[in-house]
């Protein structure tokens, strides 16, 4: 089975912090992609990336940054962090252009304070 | 930008009883996706469908891909209290490989 695996499940950071939310995909997925999810608004895209050292902008990316310098990791950057980025984040992977849907991990949900 | 519109956006009901949500959208889709997301875990995949008019079937769960390619519905038969979970459905449209997703559905079951 495909694993995706966030590095942390639960983080508190404070106002202004730079937070790193890793990501690790252990099938050889091209593609990947940062969500976050929030009451009554399902899951927004972040980012996403097809390739190493690709990187797209998603619906949402203001305030965020990312990092993928090798195949199987996605970073998601926190320059600043700020309270309404308080959230759940989710990262998935894929083999195609989404035919097949994504894998996801189990999220990571942080807390800005 | 492409939105989809799902509900009902929760749902109580009695084990045993049958459960229906749905997703429309202002644009055509290539391609349907159902997930269920367990409290504190991502999403996994249920079912996926890819030609208008496909009805497939996955156990209790059928899904199936609007003719008009706008739309889908769900259908969990006889519920049970691990259904629990939220629901969604997700679109995507030509190549681009990313995925639109609905606001969700919580099913909450009483046993």
């Known amino acids: ?113 | 930008g492409q939105q989809l519109n799902q509900s009902p956006q929760s749902m109580f009901i009695q084990e045993g009883e049958d459960v229906s949500m749905n997703c429309t959208s202002s644009s055509i889709f290539n391609t349907w996706l159902w997930y269920k997301q367990d409290p504190g875990e991502g999403p996994v995949l249920l079912i996926a469908l890819y030609k208008a008019g496909e009805l497939t079937s996955n156990g209790r769960l059928t899904a199936q891909f609007g003719i008009t390619r706008k739309d889908s519905f769900l259908n969990i038969s006889a519920s049970i209290p691990s259904d629990v979970g939220i629901y969604f459905c997700a679109g995507s449209f030509g190549n681009t490989g990313k995925l639109i997703f609905g606001q969700g559905t919580t099913l909450q079951v009483k046993p």
């Open chain 1, 1 to 113: 089975d495909v694993k995706v695996t966030q590095s942390s499940r639960y983080l508190v950071k404070r106002t202004g912090e730079k937070v790193f939310l890793e990501c690790v995909q252990d099938m050889d997925h091209e593609n990947m992609f940062w969500y976050r999810q929030d009451p009554g608004l399902g899951l927004r895209l972040i980012y996403f990336s097809y390739d190493v050292k690709m990187k797209e902008k998603g619906d949402i990316p203001e305030g965020y940054s990312v990092s993928r310098e090798k195949k199987e990791r996605f970073s998601l950057i926190l320059e600043s962090a700020s309270t309404n980025q308080t959230s759940m984040y989710l990262c998935a992977s894929s083999l195609d252009r989404g035919r097949d849907g994504y894998t996801f991990g189990s999220g990571t949900r942080l807390t800005v304070v």
